[in-house]
Each structure stands twice: as structure tokens, then as C-alpha cells.
């Protein structure tokens, strides 16, 4: 209950900030693009938050790796990007699916969600 009340907390704050927060902490660790694919300049902003929101859904555990997946255009006003984290807790080693919604216009975000990949 208090994770879904701080997520948007947090989002706010953050979006408040110019996502400032995000930037006295390492950097998730890039991945080179895949053959022929060519990655946009901004993933790295939304790859910062899908970070965030993974360490807000799971405050004890590590993110030990991090992949993006890439870009879907829904509309000329809203993008989602997808990332892949591969979280450890003390019990398990998983993969969570992070997606960010956000308007590729104003660069703001819209919305997003994380799911664990079975």
C-alpha cells in the first residue's frame, strides 16, 4: 500500500526536479545497440526513471543489469519505452519489464509500469 502512494510522490517530485535526482546516482549501464538498430538520444533519461521505479518497487534487492528493449510510437503525442532489469533480492534473481509512457513532444512523462517476466 505505501509503495503505490509513494510512486506518484515520486514521480512528481522528480518531474518537479527536471530529473535532477536521478543524476548524483550512477548511471544504469549502457548497453551497445543491436545490429542495426539504432538507439533514440533521449533512452537514457527514461532508463534512469524505469531504474527508479524499480528500486521503489524493490527497496532491498540490486539491479544487476539493465537493457533496453526499445521505442514503440503510439501517437504523434505518446511513446513507450520498454526496459528489461535484472533485479536480485535475497531470495531470487528475476527480470522486471519496465515501461515508460511518456509525450515525445514536451519530453513529460505520461505514465508507467513494471511487471516481473516469467
Known amino acids: 500500500m ?9 514521480c512528481s517530485f522528480f518531474l518537479l526536479i527536471g530529473g535532477g535526482l536521478g543524476s548524483a546516482q550512477q548511471k544504469p549501464p549502457q548497453k551497445p545497440p543491436q545490429q542495426g538498430q539504432q538507439l533514440p ?8 526513471i524505469a531504474v ?8 532491498d534487492s540490486k539491479i544487476s543489469d539493465y537493457q533496453y528493449k526499445g521505442r514503440e510510437e503510439i501517437t ?27 509525450n515525445p513532444q514536451t519530453e513529460s512523462l505520461l505514465s508507467f509500469s513494471i511487471e516481473e517476466v516469467k
Request: charged share 35%.
Open 41 to 48: 538520444t533521449d533512452y537514457e533519461k527514461w532508463g534512469k
Open 76 to 102: 504523434d503525442k505518446q511513446s513507450k519505452d520498454t526496459f528489461e532489469l535484472r533485479i536480485q533480492s535475497k531470495d531470487r534473481t528475476f527480470t522486471a519489464k519496465v515501461m515508460i509512457l511518456f
Open 2 to 10: 505505501t509503495t503505490r502512494l509513494l510512486i506518484p510522490i515520486f
Open 52 to 59: 527508479e521505479v524499480a528500486k521503489l518497487n524493490y527497496p
